[in-house]
């Protein structure tokens, strides 16, 4: 076989090429996000991406937890070595001319099995038993100090631990090392606990810089649930009282603690499906505030998910017949913890100003009094 010249992938006309190797039912429908995956008997995790996010053929299983270019899907599927797979791809003669009905086929993807819901609660225990209370010295408080300032350690409830070392596993099922965690436990209104969120930080307090597919940050992970979990809250600090603060985001509750300075209840749902589904005592609150995330308009259903779940949660805390107010930003893609960021600083800048012109008037005070003693000295002399 002659020497082959180095292919360009991103060249390639992938809509072309994959309907050679890949029956009908596996190229996808304009109308779905995902299909049938070719791998495992997933009906509904595979997708091709469009040339414009990944001109190399791009796929993703969420299933079997696979992906890649197009070559590599192409040996997925067909079992063929690399080199014949680019061979056919420079002259053309794909798939060698056979129709892709009598392909030859590798043996499935073995899946990952579903856990059991013991199994889900046994690992969130596990994980929790191996953390502790947040300390000053740990990095979840360099964190949590460093992106909401003003507050307090003291004011951090019992459902908010520091894990110091969890394993990370990346997009791609690479294991990445184990990194500290803030580690979230949401109860439900009974208080037993249902849901374990994790932030993965580094060393420094920094959340970690592992992306997603799509290139978005990826140190925000949830644990396995049991079914019906949806809609347990975390309660972020230290107080109980008749007013209640609930949020998607811890940032932004830890943003409301400060703000209240610790003298409301502040619960996060951790994103906002939870939001719209939160399942809490409300016969305990005479009051609710409920911060809606400004989200970009979500294109394919014509509306904001942060505003609109926050809308459809404020309805039903409504017709309970409590008081219900809703919080927004005003800027687009800023929620209410960037808002106190800046608020926080406006503060301070007006505390410091008011506290120099109180020093000044003190000054001139004390100048004058100084003045006015010796003045005094001088008529008695």
């Not at 209104?189 to 597919?213: E, N, S």
């Not at 932004?252 to 300075?261: I, S």
């Not at 609710?288 to 308009?297: F, H, K, P, W």
């Not at 800046?342 to 100048?367: G, H, L, N, P, S």
Request: charged residues 30%.
């Amino acid at each position: 076989m002659r020497e082959l010249k180095k292919l360009v992938l991103e060249d390639l006309n992938w809509s072309n090429i994959f309907p050679h190797y890949l029956d009908s039912r596996y190229l996808g429908d304009a109308k779905k996000r995902w299909w049938a995956c070719p791998l495992c008997d997933g009906e509904e995790t595979f997708r091709l991406y469009s040339p414009e996010k990944d001109p190399k053929g791009g796929w993703y299983c969420a299933r079997c937890a696979k992906g890649g270019t197009g070559v590599q899907l192409i040996h997925e599927v067909t079992g063929k070595p690399y080199r014949e797979i680019y061979y056919e791809l420079e002259t053309g003669n794909y798939n060698g001319g056979i129709p892709v009905e009598v392909a030859r086929k590798v043996k499935p993807v073995p899946v990952r099995p579903e856990k059991s819901d013991e199994q889900k609660c046994r690992e969130m225990q596990v994980a929790w038993d191996g953390a502790g209370p947040v300390t000053a010295e740990s990095p979840v408080w360099t964190y949590l100090s460093t992106r909401i300032p003003g507050l307090q350690i003291e004011w951090i409830g019992k459902d908010v631990r520091y894990h110091p070392g969890m394993e990370y596993v990346d997009a791609w099922g690479k294991k990445q090392g184990k990194f500290p965690v803030m580690l979230l436990r949401a109860r439900s209104p009974a208080g037993k606990p249902r849901r374990l969120h994790r932030t993965y930080l580094t060393a420094d307090g920094a959340k970690v810089p592992f992306l997603t597919k799509k290139g978005k940050q990826r140190a925000k992970l949830e644990m396995s649930a049991p079914d019906g979990s949806f809609g347990s809250s975390v309660l972020l600090n230290t107080t109980r009282s008749r007013t209640l603060a609930l949020v998607e985001g811890s940032e932004t509750g830890f943003a409301v603690v400060a703000r209240y300075q610790n003298r409301i209840e502040v619960r996060s749902l951790l994103n906002c499906g939870g939001l719209e589904r939160a399942d809490i005592r409300w016969d305990d609150y005479d009051h609710v505030i409920i911060y809606a995330d400004r989200d970009r308009v979500d294109a394919r259903h014509g509306y904001r998910p942060g505003e609109h779940h926050a809308n459809i949660l404020a309805d039903r805390v409504r017709s309970l017949g409590k008081r219900v107010s809703i919080v927004r930003s005003v800027v687009e893609g800023v929620d209410f913890c960037d808002v106190w960021a800046q608020q926080y600083k406006r503060q301070t800048q007006r505390y410091e100003r008011a506290r120099a012109r109180r020093a000044m008037r003190d000054e001139v005070r004390r100048r004058n009094l100084a003045l006015a003693d010796g003045s005094n000295v001088c008529r008695v002399v």
